[in-house]
């Protein structure tokens, strides 16, 4: 169904919390009852949605903010990030222009950087985290360990439902979905 509007990104982190940003970088939230975009103030470059409808965004020198839904405005937080990716209560992961990885602690309010180098990061509905490297090898944050996994394969594009609905697609354009019960990436035709 075609929905009226002219979108550069789009973020969903529920039925009422769908989110989205102009080539020009204004914000937008979909207001389901009207069926129409409500402009918000602010610009972003990037926007990511959680799934208990927290909200986060990155404008065009990497600031980070966070959007408060009382005040109806954007918070800026400390730091400076080129992607990020928003979970479930607090489950926010970024990683800044030089392919660090940032989680976000909401007891400091602060991002802390964790070990390890990524190129993309995606974040289920239920925090589970995951990543690719610049050498499209897959990795998965170990909350036991604090550390991040290698899982077999490689992918150029990567996203997470949650820990048992990870999908991600190779360089041939070959679909992959991670199966918990084998531990391994089981082929989709696509």
């Not at 169904?1 to 979909?30: E, F």
């Not at 990020?84 to 007891?107: C, E, K, M, Q």
């Not at 289920?124 to 690719?132: I, P, Q, R, V």
């Amino acid at each position: 169904q075609n929905i009226p509007g002219a979108l550069a990104q789009i973020a969903v982190g529920s039925s009422s919390a769908v989110w989205g940003i102009n080539a020009a970088g204004s914000i937008y939230r979909w207001n389901a009852s009207a069926q129409t975009w409500d402009w918000i103030p602010g610009t972003l470059s990037r926007i990511a949605a959680g799934a208990d409808g927290d909200v986060w965004g990155l404008n065009a020198q990497g600031r980070i903010w966070h959007f408060d839904p009382l005040k109806q405005t954007w918070n800026g937080i400390t730091g400076t990030l080129a992607q990020i990716a928003v979970g479930f209560d607090g489950a926010v992961w970024g990683l800044d222009s030089a392919n660090r990885i940032f989680r976000f602690n909401p007891g400091s309010q602060l991002f802390q950087q964790v070990p390890g180098s990524l190129t993309q990061i995606a974040v289920g509905a239920d925090g589970d985290a995951w990543g690719l490297n610049s050498s499209e090898e897959i990795y998965h944050f170990n909350p036991l360990t604090q550390s991040w996994d290698q899982s077999p394969g490689w992918l150029v594009q990567i996203s997470a439902g949650s820990a048992s609905n990870v999908w991600g697609v190779n360089a041939s354009g070959d679909v992959y979905q991670f199966s918990t019960q084998t531990q391994s990436w089981v082929g989709r035709a696509g």
